[in-house]
């Protein structure tokens, strides 16, 4: 692995505004580099609950668990070039998210790699959720014990030195698994987080049908887990559009009294690994109580 952490620094969260500064110095390919973050006070920094991980040990997300629920997954990032306008749409339209990272992208060799970690530092100070999606993007299905290891251990490193704590949802390269990766994760307190509503942004195509696919999907199956690509020019170019046609499809369902497709965390779609449902931290429910206590304004901006 090409980076390495000399030096990581929190300043303490200034009390009015609870913001942060973190700065991280590492050596990318022999060079030292300085990477800093700020921004509002997220709750991945709060030492207590990075140690209490509401993501580990869990049933197979695959997506169908709640209805009238849609949580926004992106893969294959951080990039520098792409990443941050996904963030943006996110931010604007209120949408929590996760992230399934490739360790090469923020700590391989190359020369975006240093960009690709400052990205990776905002996604998680902006307060979205990170996950492990390997090292070099390897299939898992089939794949030799000491290849399954290598590839989730330094993606789960790296992000340990990055961020300060061990995310522990896994979403396979391909969605391909096999019982030897399977087995590897559950030792490890991984949950694998599959996917219900397929963007198909992978696919060369049109901006506008990338759209209707996507937002038609999450209507008819009523919400689910969405996979979408943050490296993909397209996704970037077209999430807030997919966001604004979500947002316009929740103001009617309320005009009619309709219950709304309401984007959560992936928190809502956790079980047990006995099947049983895992409660939503009080901080994350309280994140979906305001998006429903501020749609009305926000529709009735939409109508001026
Ligand atoms: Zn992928």
């Known amino acids: 692995m090409a980076l390495a952490m000399a030096a990581t620094h929190d300043s303490p969260a200034d009390e009015d505004t609870g913001s942060f500064v973190r700065s991280v110095v590492c050596q990318i390919d022999g060079k030292e580099r300085g990477l800093a973050m700020s921004g509002p006070r997220s709750p991945l920094w709060d030492e207590?609950?990075?140690e209490l991980d509401e993501f580990g040990?869990?049933?197979?997300?695959?997506g169908r668990e709640p209805d009238y629920h849609v949580a926004f997954t992106f893969d294959d990032g951080p990039r520098y070039a792409t990443t941050p306008k996904v963030l943006d749409a996110l931010d604007r339209y209120d949408v929590p998210a996760t992230f399934?990272?490739?360790?090469?992208?923020?700590?391989?060799?190359g020369r975006d790699t240093h960009k690709n970690a400052q990205v990776l530092l905002d996604t998680a100070g902006r307060g979205y959720t990170i996950g492990n999606h390997t090292f070099s993007h390897r299939k898992m299905a089939g794949a030799a014990p000491e290849l399954?290891?290598?590839?989730?251990?330094?993606?789960?490193?790296?992000?340990?030195?990055?961020?300060?704590?061990t995310p522990h949802t896994f979403r396979p390269p391909y969605g391909a698994m096999g019982k030897r990766a399977r087995?590897?994760?559950?030792?490890?307190?991984?949950?694998e987080v599959r996917w219900s509503i397929d963007s198909n942004d992978f696919r060369p195509g049109a901006a506008h049908a990338l759209r209707a696919r996507?937002?038609?999907q999450i209507i008819e199956q009523r919400g689910g887990v969405v996979l979408m690509h943050d490296t993909k020019h397209i996704t970037?170019?077209?999430?807030?559009?997919?966001?604004d046609d979500l947002e316009r499809e929740n103001?009617?369902?309320?005009?009619?009294?309709?219950?709304?497709?309401?984007?959560?965390?992936?928190?809502?779609?956790m079980r047990n690994r006995d099947g049983t449902a895992r409660a939503v931290p009080r901080r994350v429910r309280a994140r979906s109580q305001r998006y429903r206590a501020q749609l009305p304004e926000r529709c009735q901006k939409r109508r001026n």
């Open 48 to 50: 207590d609950l990075r």
């Open 57 to 62: 040990d869990g049933a197979i997300v695959n």
């Open 100 to 109: 399934f990272v490739v360790g090469w992208r923020f700590a391989g060799v």
């Open 148 to 165: 399954i290891r290598r590839e989730i251990d330094q993606t789960t490193r790296a992000l340990r030195d990055l961020l300060g704590y």
């Open 183 to 191: 087995a590897y994760l559950a030792g490890e307190g991984f949950t």
């Open 214 to 216: 996507t937002v038609g």
């Open 236 to 243: 970037a170019d077209t999430i807030a559009a997919i966001l």
């Open 251 to 269: 103001c009617r369902r309320l005009d009619r009294g309709e219950p709304i497709i309401a984007p959560v965390s992936l928190h809502y779609f």
